[in-house]
Nanobody, 116 residues
Framework: QVQLVESGGGLVQPGGSLILSCAAS????????IGWFRQPPGKVRDLVGY???????GYADSVKDRATVSRDETKNTVFLQINSLNVEDTGVYYCYLDPAVGPRNWGQGTQVTVSS
């Protein structure tokens, strides 16, 4: 019912910043949270950050004080900005949306590589 399309991934330098976008379409009303997971090579997929329907955000300890999840409600888009990137930020980043009822929706992911 919901389609999520990520963009903005690529190669970035350590110490730099990235901004990822996730465009949502379909039945997105009454969602619980929308945000981002990532999966580093050889590791489990885990939460990076989210924003809920009331605008409250939460972040993983690994990106606390470096990451910001925001949304543009007029464009039905959620963003992830991470500053001061390091090699541990490398991975596939997945947008997700948790509806009020039903299973979690996932985007297909976008690769982020932090390297000199």
């Amino acid at each position: 019912q919901v389609q999520l399309v990520e963009s903005g991934g690529g190669l970035v330098q350590p110490g730099g910043s990235l901004i990822l976008s996730c465009a949502a379409s379909g039945r997105t009303e009454n969602y619980n949270t929308i945000g981002w997971f990532r999966q580093p090579p050889g590791k489990v997929r885990d939460l990076v950050g989210y924003i809920n329907g009331n605008g409250r955000t939460g972040y993983a300890d690994s990106v606390k004080d470096r990451a910001t999840v925001s949304r543009d409600e007029t464009k039905n888009t959620v963003f992830l900005q991470i500053n001061s990137l390091n090699v541990e930020d490398t991975g596939v980043y997945y947008c997700y949306l948790d509806p009020a009822v039903g299973p979690r929706n996932w985007g297909q992911g976008t690769q982020v590589t932090v390297s000199s």
